[in-house]
């Protein structure tokens, strides 16, 4: 992606087709000030590699440029305006300048606040519950990820004891059919009888 020295570059140019001219350039802040006729343009570049927290604070600086009576935009990467939307940005009179390696382009233009856009009727630009949103999908995602792996993962557990669970079964039965032959051999005769050499003799006469 672009640096940040060559995004204000390109910002610059494109409000210069605009009769603007810069008044401030800060290419540490991405921060980029230019007076166009008699109004005062804010321009800040949100950088593709920024945390959520930069990200955040920026939107939320041009929120309060837009409210201090100056024009406001934002340059962010064409890949996250489809995540963030346009709808805030357009009722907050926020501009919007999406880029990418090669092109920078207005997709939202600025302008300033007015009394209709600030009454009470008109939903209140929140920037922290846009990037929430954003949070609680990414946060979703992940939870579900994580809940499929840890059913895979009990369906493989449980699958694998099944054969020994079997073995154990055939093994206490054997003891069953062993007990089963030692009643058969033990006859129920009085004990005076058993291993008696006369009786022997006596069945032999008969």
């Known amino acids: 992606m672009p640096s940040r020295a060559v995004l204000l570059k390109?910002?610059?140019d494109h409000f210069a087709g605009k009769g603007c001219r810069v008044v401030e350039r800060s290419v540490g802040d991405g921060f980029l000030r230019l007076r166009c006729g008699g109004g005062e343009t804010v321009v800040r570049v949100v950088d593709e590699m920024a945390s959520r927290d930069e990200m955040l604070a920026t939107i939320i600086q041009a929120a309060l440029d837009s409210g201090a009576g100056k024009i406001a935009y934002v340059?962010?990467?064409?890949g996250l305006v489809s995540r963030l939307g346009d709808y805030a940005f357009r009722v907050n009179k926020i501009g919007v300048l999406v880029y990418?390696?090669?092109d920078?382009?207005?997709?939202?233009?600025?302008?300033?606040?007015t009394?209709?856009?600030a009454d009470a009727t008109q939903p209140e630009f929140d920037a922290s519950a846009l990037l929430e949103k954003i949070d609680r999908l990414e946060t979703l995602y992940n939870e579900l990820a994580r809940k499929i792996e840890t059913i895979e993962t009990r369906l493989s557990e449980t699958a694998a004891p099944m054969?020994?669970?079997r073995h154990e079964t055939s093994h206490v039965e054997t003891p069953r059919q062993t007990s089963s032959k030692k009643t058969k051999k033990l006859p129920e005769i009085p004990s005076f009888i058993e291993d008696n050499?006369?009786?022997?003799?006596?069945?032999?006469?008969?």
């Open 115 to 117: 009394p209709s856009t």
């Open 104 to 113: 920078l382009v207005e997709v939202v233009e600025g302008g300033l606040q």
């Open 75 to 78: 340059s962010i990467p064409m």
């Open 197 to 206: 050499p006369w009786v022997e003799l006596l069945s032999g006469k008969k």
């Open 163 to 165: 054969p020994t669970e």
């Open 10 to 12: 390109r910002v610059e």
């Open 100 to 102: 990418d390696e090669k």
